[in-house]
Structures are given as structure tokens and as C-alpha cells.
């Protein structure tokens, strides 16, 4: 193997469920691996305490005025423990 691409999934997703998303590219690429890794199970605030697939605890996350607010920590709950994971 010459190279990885690590593909980090988004919130409440799985690795699973990207995995056949880069078949068509992994042909042209043999010698790179795709790691899909999966987010543990944790309590997330934004979505009321619902546990569900995250790489960290986002506190502030609205959709529908675009995204994680900037009032979201630097340093999230759980994203040492990720980077140790991945």
C-alpha cells in the first residue's frame, strides 16, 4: 500500500455506509487503501442528549441558520478520545 484516505463520517452516519461510495475510484487507485472508521455512540447536546454516532459533542448546531455555531468550543467533549480512536 503507497497511501490511505481516511474518510470520517458526519454526525449520526456510519463508515459502513460510505464504504461502497469509492469503489469507481479505488479501481484506478490500488495502492491506496479507504479506511471507514464509525464514530462512537455518545450523548450529543444539540440533538437533546440523543445518543447517536459522533466524533465529538457539538453543543450549538442549528441547520436552519447554517451550521455549527461559532459559540461551539475550540476543543469539544470526546474529540481527544476520536483522535486516539482514529
Known amino acids: 500500500m503507497a497511501a490511505a484516505i481516511l474518510w470520517i463520517h458526519g454526525l449520526g452516519d456510519t463508515g459502513d455506509g460510505w464504504k461502497g461510495a469509492f469503489s469507481r475510484v479505488s479501481k484506478y487507485v490500488p495502492t491506496v487503501r479507504f479506511v471507514h472508521p464509525t464514530a462512537p455512540e455518545q450523548p450529543v447536546t444539540c440533538q437533546g442528549g440523543c445518543r447517536m454516532t459522533s466524533w465529538f459533542d457539538i453543543t450549538n448546531w442549528n441547520p436552519a441558520t447554517g451550521?455549527?455555531?461559532?459559540?461551539?468550543?475550540d476543543t469539544p467533549a470526546g474529540l481527544d478520545d476520536s483522535v486516539t480512536f482514529v
Open 67 to 73: 451550521g455549527i455555531d461559532l459559540k461551539e468550543p
